[in-house]
């Protein structure tokens, strides 16, 4: 159960095509978001879309991939674990960024 404990499995749309980042070292990143969306009746009978949007970073071969075959549109499904972070932006605020750190990543074909 250990492997279990910071696990996220998601299947969902690229909302933009993945921003690739090559570092000196020749190490790679990947950052792009996927859109998940579900449908679901509220109480009053009508019908109700909640989609949400998850930051997504890759590393390695697994951004190799994705800059070789993921484009805007595409439907994923990915693996990875949860990760939060702080970073001060250009104008000194403090900024909190929860991202999944994508370790397995499957091609699904274009948006349905």
């Not at 998940?36 to 909640?50: F, I, L, R």
């Not at 949400?52 to 071969?61: D, G, L």
Request: net charge positive; charged share 25%; proline share 1%.
């Amino acid at each position: 159960m250990s492997n279990l404990a910071n696990k996220v499995q998601l299947i969902g749309n690229l909302g933009q095509d993945p921003a690739i980042v090559t570092f000196e070292n020749g190490k790679k990143l990947a950052k792009f978001s996927i859109a998940t969306s579900e449908s679901y009746t509220n109480k009053h009978g009508e019908k109700v879309n909640d989609t949400q949007w998850h930051n997504i970073v890759a590393w390695n071969k697994t951004a190799e991939i994705i800059e070789k075959y993921v484009t805007k549109g595409n439907r994923i499904g990915l693996d990875g674990k949860l990760t939060s972070r702080v970073y001060t932006d250009n104008d000194g605020v403090k900024r909190y960024v929860t991202e999944i750190v994508c370790a397995n990543i499957l091609m699904l074909g274009s948006r349905l």
